[in-house]
């Protein structure tokens, strides 16, 4: 087993600093078993259990003069239903951060990842291959498997230009996977036709094949050697069908969610069902989750985010742990992992998500 090395948060999770030399070995023990009941049940677990469960010889009033100290410092407290004790988000974030061990994967489930993320890139496509290893993360784990990719990483095979009336046309792009998008281009005046096949014959002659990111910078260079060969006016079209695959960074993002079921299992109240509502709620505002994602494409390694710790989950009361993924250049270009309730398994989904983004990227580079 080793330490875990440090996972980031952006968000600070309350006025209450916690550190480990404020516990002493009793209280790190029984702290340690209320949290890892908690991520094992869900059930608050009370003096009398934890007498049982830890392995020095403590009565059930010694132990409650312990919760009551933790309780102090925030770690922990008492669900008005229930006279045991359940770990708050700050002592979630205690436990993950000071007490929580992890080790390597098993041999069994490196191999499970590679086979499945591997045979998903076998002349499938990207989308294809990150919905894969979306749908492998959700059963892994019985969380939400999300993947956060960029729309510049498809691969494109043919682009084409229709007039719909003399100051519009459709710009029609089709990717390599069969995937079709649509633009509306507003037109110069006075366009004739012949330009705008012109501009169609041009960027077909260049794009194909490549990524969208690839394509900008080849028809960059393409239109400054060209300028020779076409005129200013098909020079505009060229420029303004590149662009128009140029929007907003969340426009040029796509989200794949996939487990939504696994969310459902183990409810055991009312409560239980509201958080997952709530959550399915979050899941619909895309652009909220595409810009907590994002987040993660700033920094290497997993990162963590607990409840409250992003606000876009702050009432669902869900954790996130998401890696990023590389291409072939080793540039990042998108992240991937898991969403689900703050029970989950960390010391295992961890390693998890941080191996299978590693593989996704072996992938990539291809």
């Known amino acids: 087993m080793r330490e875990i090395r440090p996972i980031f948060h952006d968000v600070p999770i309350g006025s209450t600093e916690v550190s480990l030399g404020q516990l002493n070995e009793r209280s790190r023990e029984i702290f340690r078993r209320i949290v890892e009941s908690y991520l094992a049940t869900g059930e608050p677990v009370g003096s ?34 229930s006279a045991g004790r359940l770990p708050t988000e700050l002592g979630l974030r205690f436990f993950v ?18 086979a499945q993320v591997a045979a998903s890139g076998q002349g499938r496509s990207l989308e294809a291959v990150l919905t894969e290893a979306s749908v492998l993360l959700s059963g892994l784990t019985h969380a939400a498997g999300v993947v956060l990719t960029a729309k510049s990483n498809i691969r494109l095979k043919h682009i084409e230009f229709v007039r719909l009336e003399p100051g519009r046309a459709l710009v029609v792009l089709v990717a390599e ?36 990111a690839e394509a900008k910078a080849e028809l960059e260079r393409g239109l400054e050697a060209g300028k020779a060969e076409l005129d200013q006016l098909t020079q505009k079209i060229v420029a303004a069908g590149l662009a128009s695959w140029s929007g907003g960074e969340s426009e040029e993002r796509k989200l794949i969610v996939r487990g939504h079921a696994n969310l459902l299992e183990d409810l055991k109240a009312l409560a239980d069902l509201e958080r997952v509502r709530l959550l399915f709620d979050d899941l619909e505002t895309k652009r909220d989750v595409i810009d907590l994602l994002g987040r993660a494409e700033q920094a290497d390694g997993v990162r963590l985010f607990i409840g409250s710790e992003n606000k876009l989950f702050s009432l669902s009361g869900s954790s996130t742990i998401i890696a990023p993924y590389r291409d072939g250049a080793g540039r990042i270009v998108g992240v991937i992992g898991v969403i689900g309730p703050t029970r989950l398994n960390y010391a295992r989904i961890i390693p998890m998500v941080d191996y299978t983004a590693k593989v996704v990227s072996k992938v990539l580079s291809g």
């Open 177 to 212: 996977d069969g995937q079709v998008e649509n633009r509306i281009l507003s037109l110069p005046p006075g366009l004739p036709s012949s330009a705008l096949t012109e501009a169609t014959n041009f960027l077909n002659a260049r794009i194909r094949n490549r990524t969208l």
């Open 97 to 114: 951060d000071a007490l929580m061990q992890i080790g390597d994967l098993t041999e069994e489930d490196r191999r499970s990842i590679e």
């Open 48 to 81: 009398r259990n934890l007498s049982r469960l830890i392995p020095m010889t403590l009565s059930p009033a010694s132990v409650r003069n312990v919760m009551s100290d933790l309780e102090q410092l925030g770690l922990i407290y008492a669900p008005h239903t």
